[in-house]
């Protein structure tokens, strides 16, 4: 199961980095916003430091402005998927994209109609929105289980990248149903460390060791 980041921030990513837990990154404009750095710059950073695809979202509506925007990303670095949303001019850019050699992760996927188009168009990863399915009371999961069954009917090669993570169980049962990536807050990925049995052990390991008076080396 690969890991991608769904940040832009750097020191999280270093972070993480730094104990080979990153696969690659995700990026979107609404979270260059909120790194408060510039796009070209804080991506440049992330992909010096990350060996895997990072992608960088385009913000143009039609087809050529993505496009065009698309290989002014990809100049950024070799390691960038240019990011294109999953509307009609969004499956255009993908495939010229494509054809060109270029990664191209497939965004706001929110139905499995959406997830074959962009597999028929090249995309390289599709990003299907777990979180914000289940904001208005769908099964952001269905969602996942669909597009893998539907995939592996006919051997399409894109690759389910799960994004709109926030929350351990996401990670475990895209894991369990078989997307090929998640991509998640560096926080939710963290969180998978915790286990209030581990620290009620550690609490009881750590006060029995208390009582033997003992030291572990000098
Ligand atoms: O990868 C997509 C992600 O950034 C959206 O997450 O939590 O804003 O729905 P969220």
Redesign the pocket.
Known sequence: MKFFL?TADVDAIRELNDLGMVDGV?T?P??ILKSGRDITEVTKEICDMVAGPVSAEVVAEKADDMIREGKVLAEIAPNITIKVPLTWDGLKACKVLSDDGHMVNV?LCFSAAQAILAAKAGATFI?P?I??LDDIHLDGMDLIADIREIYDNYGYDTQILA????SVNHIIEAGKIGADVI?A?PSVIKSMASHPLTDKGLAQFNADWAKTGQKIGK
Do not use: M, Q
């Open positions: 769904d995700t979107n609404s979270l965004t990003s929105f979180g914000r994004a709109s993570i926030r991509t807050p």
